[in-house]
């Protein structure tokens, strides 16, 4: 390709920075590509971390964060915003990836731009827009508006075409977060963080906004019962910082000897932790394509899953949040180690750590037609 193109990769959460940092990775090594990144920064000191971390500095920062910032709020000043610097970078195409308010608001800026897009992680769904919310909604939008589908799995192409989507848009990649990951879980990290070594450790992360609320309150009390009825086993929390999240977690499971609160985990001790851990707590998604690749038991804090890959791979199982149900799943995985070992496999149906270079092969292909 003689002529380069300018692309403009948008970032804006942290898991965003993780599974598009080998996507910009990749573009730069590629003569045609002119590589932009725009941080919206929907997340600011969890999404600076990992871009550091790889070594990205973003060519544009809207720096869009405010204190207990609301949906509507949030999108009206990401639209106004990404309206002025579409306007100035006159990029080519754009990359979004996955299902946040930073993806739709791209989207539909770009959608009025008549600049074509490119969704990563295409193709992921529930069927319910209230779970997960408002990402389901978020995705189903912006899968709607992008020209090219950047699917993980076979699963999520299949869902694209079952809504009408063009066969010939849809490309299975796998998904870029296990390239991040294996570019980094081969180094010696350090979680960074007092964890009794003589003991298992079970890594908690919690907090999606469906689960605000009595059904998080529920997951609370059942890590304290667990950690009191688990007196060889050690419990790491990372909290997120969102009051709904922060208060109750301290609130109910603070002062236990064996249950560290602790500020969330930059990218590189986070991956140290799930090295460490004998099983996950979880209602990230991330975490759910992550720590399987690393062979830990996943049981997620959510009722349904837009990945159900590892589900059917049985290394990953929903829990829920019912207090009965997370005590039960959680105690079976500690005491039965046959059941601990059939989900503890290293299997990893969410690619090869090879979907940033795919990507980039293709965009190289489709820009040069």
């Known amino acids: 390709m003689s002529v380069r193109r300018r692309i403009m990769v948008v970032i804006g959460t942290r898991p965003e920075a993780i599974k598009m940092a080998p996507v910009v990775l990749a573009l730069r090594e590629q003569p045609w590509a002119d590589v932009r990144v725009l941080a919206t920064a929907q997340h600011r000191q969890m999404l600076d971390q990992v871009l550091a971390a790889f070594g990205i500095v973003p060519d544009v920062d809207l720096d869009i964060m405010q204190p207990g910032q609301t949906l509507t709020a949030l999108t009206a000043r990401l639209l106004t915003r990404i309206d002025d610097v579409l306007a100035a970078e006159r990029p080519d195409i754009v990359l979004v990836q996955g299902d946040t308010t930073t993806v739709l608001s791209m989207a539909l800026a770009c959608f009025y731009h008549r600049i074509p897009v490119g ?49 010939e848009a849809i490309f299975v990649t796998g998904n870029t977060v296990i390239d991040a990951l294996q570019q980094v879980a081969a180094r010696d990290l350090d979680i960074g963080v007092d964890v009794d070594p003589a003991k298992r450790l079970v890594l908690v992360t919690a907090h999606r906004r469906e689960n605000f609320g009595e059904p998080f309150r529920a997951v609370c009390r059942a890590i304290r019962h667990l950690a009191d009825a688990h007196p060889d086993t050690a419990f790491l929390y990372p909290v997120h910082p969102n009051p709904n999240v922060s208060d109750v977690a301290h609130d109910l499971l603070s002062g236990h000897e064996r249950i560290t609160l602790c500020r969330p985990l930059d990218y590189l001790p986070f991956v140290a932790a799930m090295k460490r851990a004998h099983l996950i707590l979880t209602d990230s998604g991330g975490v759910q394509e992550e720590a399987p690749a690393l062979g830990k038991p996943v049981l997620v804090l959510r009722h349904e899953t837009e990945r159900p890959e590892a589900v059917e791979a049985g290394v990953v199982r929903l829990v829920g949040t019912d207090y009965d149900a997370v005590v039960a799943e959680t105690s079976r995985l500690l005491r039965d180690d046959a ?26 292909q489709r820009l040069a037609a």
């Open 119 to 167: 969704h990563v992680e295409a193709g992921l769904r529930t069927g319910d827009l209230d779970n997960p919310f408002p990402e389901e909604m978020n995705r189903i939008v912006a899968g709607r508006l992008a020209r090219w589908h950047f699917a993980p799995t076979q699963t999520s192409r299949d869902n694209l075409l079952r809504e009408g989507f063009d066969d």
């Open 339 to 364: 059941a601990w070992r059939a989900m503890a496999r290293g299997v990893s149906p969410y690619g090869d750590g090879r979907a940033a270079a795919r990507i980039t092969e293709l965009l190289g």
